[in-house]
């Protein structure tokens, strides 16, 4: 009977894993949906920004104390997890610290003293993270789209890693043959006199409690992670790779216009001379993007990357003026009605079924759109290397080309430059007519 709990604990393993693995899947298969994008190019540079940026925490430290709690809490978070793999063997095996066995008792007693003290420092900086939300309330998490849901993820998450951390450290405080080893118990140590007087079997069982508690609570947050804004811990390191290494500002030219515009110049110009075979026989594809399906597929990851931590939008001037812009609104509008399409296809056998309803007007409004001064902003705040403008510039571009949506300004503009080759409702033959005056 001995090998029971190696049972139970393969099967909860592999449950874990696998639904952690079905929401991999769905969710590469969502941002699927969107179009294709070459990003072969500047591998060396994209490689250099995922370990700057995702790995080196570079943006974080922008703002110098949120960005010292972060790195606490993603160093010590993800360093103590490599206490993880010893638990799995130990579970699989029937062992207990199997770490001791391969390792000398020194360095396994520095390692886990180091553990131990990574896991007091992501205490403190949760408990300031929860300061900062619910007590100081800070203004960029008060605003109008990080009510319910979104709120009580952000504290939900805080609320893990104390479980979890305090778990570890009861655990190593419990055991009794850990304590009397003298080595790595820098903390537990101090926690240990908390439950003196209790039997040997008593101290056992809550060491074993707080170690199954403690490896079920990792896989309950592993797959948490998919329906929560902390599924940038996984993404953060694609999302910086595909990230834009364009110049910011740069703005994508449409083939389809290229070619019209390189007939309206020279009507004996050839558009297709460089496109594919066959190219000039597709039926033109829509213009801009009304719905996610439109939207590349480095758009759809950055959705699903984005954090939630409202630095886009309290450096956005449109917003900080009191328009209803909001960069990550957009970006969590986006990741919901992605999900909300994952789901129909989930209910259609993998076929999706027009619901009536788009990003565009259901979710995002053209207030939004046109609130926006594409000053680059929210992109340069991103520390994942989220572009909230792109998104915004292809329904933008949908407005315009697809619906004539333009605002009155922008139309009169738009035809001053058809007709006068410029933006001012002036010829060009009375352009110089004011130095006359």
């Given at each position: 009977?001995?090998?029971?709990?190696?049972?139970?604990?393969?099967?909860?393993?592999?449950?874990?894993?696998?639904?952690?693995?079905?929401?991999?899947?769905?969710?590469?298969?969502?941002?699927?949906?969107?179009?294709?994008?070459?990003?072969s190019?500047?591998?060396?540079e994209?490689?250099?920004?995922?370990?700057?940026?995702?790995?080196?925490?570079?943006?974080?430290?922008?703002r110098?104390?949120?960005?010292?709690?972060?790195?606490?809490?993603?160093?010590?978070?993800?360093?103590?997890?490599?206490?993880?793999?010893?638990?799995?063997?130990?579970?699989?095996?029937?062992?207990?610290?199997?770490?001791?066995?391969?390792?000398p008792?020194?360095?396994?007693?520095?390692?886990?003293?180091?553990?131990?003290?990574?896991?007091?420092?992501?205490?403190?900086?949760?408990?300031?993270?929860?300061?900062?939300?619910?007590?100081?309330?800070?203004?960029?998490?008060?605003?109008?789209?990080?009510?319910?849901?979104?709120?009580?993820?952000?504290?939900?998450?805080?609320?893990?890693?104390?479980?979890?951390?305090?778990?570890?450290?009861?655990?190593?405080?419990?055991?009794?043959?850990?304590?009397?080893?003298?080595?790595?118990?820098i903390?537990?140590?101090?926690?240990?006199?908390?439950?003196?007087?209790?039997?040997?079997?008593?101290?056992?069982?809550?060491?074993?409690?707080?170690?199954?508690?403690?490896?079920?609570?990792?896989?309950?947050?592993?797959?948490?992670?998919?329906?929560?804004?902390?599924?940038?811990?996984?993404?953060?390191?694609?999302?910086?790779?595909?990230?834009?290494?364009?110049?910011?500002?740069?703005?994508?030219?449409?083939?389809?216009?290229?070619?019209?515009v390189?007939?309206?110049?020279?009507?004996?110009?050839?558009?297709?001379?460089?496109?594919?075979?066959?190219?000039?026989?597709?039926?033109?594809?829509?213009?801009?993007?009304?719905?996610?399906?439109?939207?590349?597929?480095?758009?759809?990851?950055?959705?699903?990357?984005?954090?939630?931590?409202?630095?886009?939008?309290?450096?956005?001037?449109a917003?900080?003026?009191?328009?209803?812009?909001?960069?990550?609104?957009?970006?969590?509008?986006?990741?919901?009605?992605?999900?909300?399409?994952?789901?129909?296809?989930?209910?259609?056998?993998?076929?999706?079924?027009?619901?009536?309803?788009?990003?565009?007007?259901?979710?995002?409004?053209?207030?939004?759109?046109?609130?926006?001064t594409?000053?680059?902003?929210?992109?340069?705040?991103?520390?994942?290397?989220i572009?909230?403008?792109?998104?915004?510039?292809?329904?933008?571009?949908?407005?315009?080309?697809?619906?004539?949506?333009?605002?009155?300004?922008?139309?009169?503009?738009?035809?001053?430059?058809?007709?006068?080759?410029?933006?001012?409702?002036?010829?060009?033959?009375?352009?110089?007519?004011?130095?006359?005056?």
């Amino acid at each position: 009977m001995d090998y029971i709990p190696n049972i139970l604990f393969a099967i909860v393993l592999v449950l874990g894993i696998g639904y952690f693995t079905r929401n991999v899947r769905k969710l590469i298969r969502n941002i699927k949906l969107g179009k294709e994008v070459d990003a072969s190019d500047n591998k060396k540079e994209r490689w250099k920004n995922m370990a700057r940026i995702a790995l080196g925490q570079s943006k974080m430290v922008t703002r110098p104390i949120a960005g010292f709690l972060h790195i606490v809490v993603y160093v010590g978070f993800i360093i103590i997890n490599i206490e993880v793999l010893e638990i799995i063997i130990d579970g699989l095996a029937g062992t207990h610290r199997i770490g001791l066995k391969v390792l000398p008792e020194s360095i396994y007693g520095f390692l886990i003293g180091s553990f131990e003290i990574l896991a007091v420092l992501v205490l403190v900086a949760v408990v300031a993270f929860w300061l900062r939300r619910n007590v100081i309330k800070l203004k960029r998490f008060l605003s109008a789209e990080m009510k319910g849901w979104p709120k009580n993820d952000g504290n939900i998450i805080l609320y893990f890693e104390v479980v979890l951390m305090c778990l570890f450290l009861v655990m190593n405080a419990t055991d009794t043959p850990f304590q009397e080893m003298g080595h790595g118990n820098i903390i537990s140590q101090f926690i240990a006199p908390w439950f003196e007087g209790m039997s040997e079997t008593t101290l056992h069982t809550i060491e074993r409690s707080a170690w199954w508690l403690h490896i079920v609570g990792i896989l309950v947050f592993l797959n948490y992670l998919y329906f929560s804004k902390h599924l940038h811990i996984i993404l953060a390191f694609p999302n910086t790779y595909y990230g834009s290494v364009e110049p910011k500002g740069k703005f994508n030219n449409l083939e389809a216009v290229t070619n019209e515009v390189k007939l309206m110049m020279d009507p004996n110009a050839d558009p297709f001379a460089a496109a594919p075979e066959g190219a000039e026989d597709e039926v033109p594809e829509k213009f801009g993007a009304s719905d996610v399906m439109d939207l590349n597929q480095i758009q759809l990851l950055n959705a699903y990357t984005c954090t939630e931590c409202g630095r886009c939008t309290s450096a956005c001037p449109a917003n900080l003026t009191g328009k209803k812009l909001s960069p990550r609104k957009i970006m969590m509008d986006t990741r919901d009605r992605l999900e909300e399409v994952g789901k129909n296809i989930d209910a259609n056998n993998g076929e999706f079924k027009d619901d009536g309803k788009q990003l565009l007007g259901d979710y995002i409004t053209n207030e939004e759109l046109w609130a926006c001064t594409t000053c680059n902003a929210c992109v340069e705040e991103c520390p994942v290397s989220i572009n909230p403008l792109s998104i915004i510039l292809d329904m933008r571009r949908y407005l315009v080309m697809e619906q004539s949506a333009a605002p009155m300004e922008l139309n009169n503009m738009m035809t001053n430059i058809e007709n006068n080759g410029a933006p001012w409702p002036y010829n060009q033959m009375d352009r110089l007519n004011w130095k006359d005056e």
